[in-house]
């Protein structure tokens, strides 16, 4: 971030509608505009007012409305705004008709997503996935785009590309998104073979998704001294943490923080970021990790749950971890086989979390010793290989071990157990 931003805060009228034609994901409401109001202080902008606009259906041109996108700009002058932001998505012809009213950069709420994101990658796989989600968005975008083009970037909205580079041939920004998804797809590669040796040497992988700002990243910090920073603000990690956690004696896992979700989430930044949140496909158990506090919990619940079902492969097991359970009253949070109740920044359900996670994942697996005889050699080669060897012992009986195996596994090796533990 250049010395001359951080000098300047940006001042914005946040503006929202509320159309009967809209789905929950499309709507604004006041809910919703207090979220865009926390994104724009992520961003490093000030709220000044908002507005709600309730209407049957969006207007064509302005969105809005003339007369009340003229409000907007009164609205705007009278408390020295440097900017507009909406809680909808806009058409470039909406952005290019109200910048003409309002005589203020406009922007959409998937524009201020994008900026957060492009302040907040830190490694070369969240900067190449930001600036690829930035272009896609923007493509579409450049002929409706004039005043937010025109200013120096620095502000909020001109992260990233600049604006030299916006103002090229859409064939070069063509060929800049398939480079970079070129790119990205020689980091799924790198992640491929991570992830075979980790099948390899059978270390299940726990997967933390949530909500944004649900407290996922001090979670992590409580369960490993992941050391990763975590701090009350929303999409404060973008780039995932794996670390390995000791569950019990008989188990270990790979736990990896994923980026927080979040209603309205840009399409092109859950398709960008797909090399980061493929791990949820992969995943041998979700940890959903929710703010017990949250006023809104139900719907973001709702909004978790449906990426979820979009990102994971069906029949994964989840685990919904209630955190900030010290903020509620203990009726407040459901009970049940798949839930439990903690508070990370206290550090208290710690253990009741740990066996929730080896209970869920012990369902359907066998913690067996086998005396195998030694014509079947070749059986303990696919044991390491596709189950959880503890332990080998090449006795005058056969070779023992003990091993944790799925069910398939198990049946091939009924005939051999010697005890069941």
């Known amino acids: 971030m250049d010395n001359c931003f951080e000098k300047q805060i940006e001042r914005a009228v ?22 865009l109001e926390a994104l724009l202080e992520t961003a490093g902008g000030f709220c000044t007012g908002k507005i709600l606009q309730n209407r049957h259906t969006p207007d064509p041109h302005s969105f809005i409305g003339e007369g009340k996108a003229q409000e907007v700009r009164m609205l705007a002058e009278a408390t020295g705004c440097t900017m507009v932001v909406f809680d909808n998505e806009l058409s470039p012809g909406n952005i290019r008709a109200l910048e ?17 994101f492009a302040q907040r990658a830190k490694t070369k796989e969240g900067r190449l996935q930001v600036e690829l989600a ?13 005043k937010s083009l025109s200013r120096q970037g620095g502000g909020i909205g001109t992260r990233g590309p600049g604006e030299t580079k916006l103002e090229t041939d859409r064939r070069h920004i063509r060929e800049r998104i398939t480079r970079l998804k070129s790119e990205i797809e020689q980091v799924r590669q790198v992640r491929s073979v991570q992830r075979e040796r980790r099948m390899k040497n ?11 700002n649900a407290g996922k990243s001090t979670l992590l910090n409580k369960l490993t001294d992941a050391g990763i920073p975590a701090n009350n603000r929303l999409f404060d990690t973008l780039d995932t943490t794996s670390r390995q956690l000791s569950v ?3 188990l270990d896992v790979i736990l990896t923080d994923t980026v927080g979700f979040i209603a309205k989430l840009p399409h092109h930044l859950v398709d ?13 158990l979700l940890l959903h990790v929710i703010d017990s506090a949250d006023p809104d919990r139900e719907e973001h619940i709702a909004v978790v749950d449906r990426l979820i079902s ?42 009741m979390l740990l066996d929730a996670i080896e209970r869920t994942l012990d369902q359907g697996r066998h913690h067996i010793i086998v005396t195998l005889p030694y014509s079947m050699g070749g059986m303990v080669d696919t044991l390491h290989s596709t189950a959880q060897v503890l332990s080998v012992d090449y006795t005058s009986e056969g070779i023992a071990v003990e091993t944790i195996v799925d069910p398939i596994l198990y049946g091939r090796l009924k005939e051999y157990i010697t005890k069941e533990c």
């Open 272 to 284: 960008a970021f797909r090399a980061t949140l493929e791990e949820l496909e992969y995943a041998d």
């Open 248 to 250: 019990s004696d008989n």
């Open 134 to 146: 930035q272009y896609q968005y923007l493509l579409p975008r450049l002929s409706g785009m004039g």
């Open 310 to 351: 979009k990102l994971s492969k069906p029949g994964t097991p989840v685990l919904r971890c209630y955190n900030k359970a010290d903020l509620v009253e203990i009726t407040d949070i459901p009970t049940g086989k798949d839930v439990v109740a903690v508070s990370a920044a206290k550090g208290t359900g710690m253990e």
């Open 202 to 212: 059978s270390v299940p992988v726990v997967a933390i998704v949530g909500y944004t």
């Open 100 to 116: 003409e009213i309002i005589g203020l950069p406009v922007l959409d709420r998937s524009a201020l997503i994008l900026d957060i």
């Open 14 to 35: 946040l503006v929202g509608l509320n159309a009967d034609c809209f789905g929950p994901e499309q709507t604004a409401s006041d809910a919703s505009l207090e979220e």
